[in-house]
């Protein structure tokens, strides 16, 4: 895809990394080869692509790369937890990324929205045959996801802030999209952990 760009253009100004894979899973509930997808997908597909583009960029001493993270990146989401690891070390990735390209100004950034209303739940992995112990919550834990993504934002304002990013000539680190994106990590923050915890399990419906 990389050399296909580059036979119709000599250079490569910004790279969007915005594929992304979910579930819908309690940890322990979710195979092991469930995990791995969700992973590949979500950290080492940006890795993989970010360094496909990164000889071009350093040659050229320019570039910026737009690394799609979440507020799952930033707190931990009942019943999306290997989705909330890999945007988590997305975020890790992405903040050394920036720390080591910035000698050769290239520009990293992470765009991290809350929920909106995209497809991503209707292609979420589920479990076929999980733990009984899970079963009174499984159901529950999967309309939640549902209803907070349909419930969600219109995602052209996701996609408008990448542009905003794009466009910047001193793009930020970090730009968080939404209201949940923008009050629950402020919530986790403030409150005492207890508090913050009970909170994050009444808005998944779970006692």
Same mark, same amino acid.
């Given at each position: 895809?990389?050399?296909? $760009?580059?036979?119709?253009?000599?250079?490569?100004?910004?790279?969007?990394?915005?594929?992304?894979?979910?579930?819908?899973?309690? #940890?322990?509930?979710?195979?092991?080869?469930?995990?791995?997808? @969700?992973?590949?997908?979500?950290?080492?597909? @940006? @890795?993989? $692509?970010?360094? *496909?583009? =990164? !000889?071009?960029?350093?040659?050229?001493?320019?570039?910026?790369?737009?690394?799609?993270?979440?507020?799952?990146?930033? @707190?931990? #989401?009942?019943?999306?937890?290997?989705? *909330?690891a890999s945007k988590h070390a997305l975020e890790g990735y992405t903040e050394t990324l920036q720390?080591? =390209?910035?000698?050769?100004?290239?520009?990293?950034?992470?765009?991290? !929205?809350?929920?909106?209303?995209t497809h991503l739940h209707h292609s979420m992995l589920r479990v076929s045959r999980g733990i009984p112990d899970y079963d009174s919550i499984r159901s529950t834990i999967e309309s939640a996801i549902s209803e907070a993504i349909s419930g969600g934002g219109d995602p052209r304002d996701v996609a408008q802030k990448i542009v905003v990013v794009a466009r910047s000539r001193q793009p930020k680190l970090r730009y968080r999209v939404g209201s949940d994106a923008t009050w629950v990590p402020r919530w986790k923050t403030w409150l005492p952990e207890g508090w913050f915890m009970a909170g994050m399990r009444r808005r998944f419906h779970l006692k």
């Open positions: 895809c990389i050399q296909t $760009v580059l036979t119709r253009s000599d250079t490569i100004d910004v790279l969007v990394n915005n594929a992304g894979q979910t579930h819908a899973s309690l #940890v322990e509930d979710t195979p092991i080869e469930t995990a791995l997808r @969700v992973f590949d997908t979500n950290f080492w597909g @940006v @890795v993989r $692509v970010t360094n *496909a583009v =990164l !000889p071009t960029m350093r040659q050229q001493r320019s570039g910026l790369i737009i690394n799609v993270s979440s507020l799952a990146g930033l @707190v931990g #989401v009942p019943g999306q937890g290997f989705y *909330a720390t080591e =390209l910035q000698q050769f100004d290239i520009r990293v950034s992470l765009v991290e !929205p809350g929920f909106f209303r």
